[in-house]
């Protein structure tokens, strides 16, 4: 019953539905799925807030339309040029942004999430206010977006030689040494055959700069700088 009410209630169940099903069928303990879960969780909301937007907390409307003129550049432009298009325009897009804030507000929004999602695991008999959650883990939440903050915007103004993104890779595939790493003993091999990754846990980051190709045309050099850490399907925390 617990994990039916976190699919309702968590945005995104749906995504992790594997994994979900994968810890109903082993009838792991409140605390072996909790973990695992609000790293995803946590992994998501950084991409949504901190990665994905040009500006970290930048709306929606105003990022893509700089997304769209940089994406233009960098097709354009070899990477030398695009990177420095990149750095004055990030750092002066949102010249009085306020990080402290944001993060203690993109921290408190997730607290709020995650009570809301797994309230239904913990049931009415022991339940979590969000004035104790904030006391015992809100600093270190806000502490981890301050991080992603600090790392965006060392990417974005920094480095020139390249480009900088953390990504997620899908889940409910084999999982591909290539750009995924894990803790469990896993299977190589295709769909069926190899383990499959149904958890992502940890941001990988991938690296790509704008190359002049022999007919003069600019392409992309695309490389993984770091692994996403994933959890496969045949985790089993009481193993």
Same mark, same amino acid.
């Given at each position: 019953?617990?994990?039916?009410?976190?699919?309702?209630?968590?945005?995104?169940?749906?995504?992790?539905?594997?994994?979900?099903?994968?810890?109903? %069928?082993?009838?792991? =303990?409140?605390?072996?799925?909790?973990?695992?879960?609000?790293?995803?969780?946590?992994?998501?909301?950084?991409?949504?807030?901190?990665?994905?937007?040009?500006?970290?907390?930048?709306?929606?409307?105003?990022?893509?339309?700089?997304?769209?003129?940089?994406?233009?550049?960098?097709?354009?432009?070899?990477?030398?040029?695009?990177?420095?298009?990149?750095?004055? =325009?990030?750092?002066?897009?949102?010249?009085?942004?306020?990080?402290?804030?944001?993060?203690?507000?993109?921290?408190?929004?997730?607290?709020?999430?995650?009570?809301?999602?797994?309230?239904?695991?913990?049931?009415?008999?022991?339940?979590? =206010?969000?004035?104790?959650?904030?006391?015992?883990?809100?600093?270190?939440?806000?502490?981890?977006?301050?991080?992603?903050?600090?790392?965006?915007?060392?990417?974005?103004?920094?480095?020139?030689?390249?480009?900088?993104?953390?990504?997620?890779?899908?889940?409910? %595939?084999?999982?591909?040494?290539?750009?995924?790493?894990?803790?469990?003993?896993?299977? %190589?091999?295709?769909?069926?055959?190899?383990?499959?990754?149904?958890?992502?846990?940890?941001?990988?980051?991938?690296?790509?700069?704008?190359?002049?190709?022999?007919?003069? =045309?600019?392409?992309?050099?695309?490389?993984?700088?770091?692994?996403?850490?994933?959890?496969?399907?045949?985790?089993?925390?009481?193993?």
């Amino acid at each position: 019953d617990g994990l039916e009410g976190l699919g309702k209630t968590f945005h995104g169940a749906a995504k992790i539905s594997s994994f979900i099903n994968i810890a109903y %069928q082993r009838k792991v =303990t409140v605390g072996d799925f909790i973990h695992p879960f609000i790293c995803y969780a946590l992994t998501v909301r950084l991409i949504e807030l901190v990665f994905d937007p040009f500006v970290p907390g930048m709306n929606k409307e105003e990022s893509d339309i700089f997304k769209e003129i940089y994406a233009m550049v960098h097709r354009n432009e070899p990477q030398e040029r695009s990177a420095r298009w990149r750095a004055i =325009t990030y750092a002066h897009s949102q010249p009085h942004r306020k990080n402290d804030l944001f993060c203690e507000k993109a921290a408190d929004d997730f607290l709020h999430r995650m009570i809301k999602a797994i309230e239904p695991l913990i049931g009415p008999d022991h339940p979590i =206010t969000f004035e104790h959650a904030k006391k015992e883990v809100g600093d270190a939440v806000k502490a981890v977006f301050m991080e992603a903050v600090k790392l965006q915007d060392k990417a974005r103004t920094g480095y020139m030689s390249f480009d900088y993104m953390p990504f997620i890779p899908a889940v409910d %595939q084999p999982f591909h040494p290539a750009y995924m790493e894990t803790n469990q003993d896993v299977r %190589q091999g295709g769909r069926g055959k190899g383990s499959m990754a149904v958890l992502n846990l940890g941001l990988g980051m991938q690296a790509w700069k704008s190359v002049v190709k022999e007919d003069k =045309t600019v392409g992309k050099d695309v490389n993984i700088a770091l692994k996403a850490m994933v959890l496969c399907g045949n985790w089993d925390p009481s193993a």
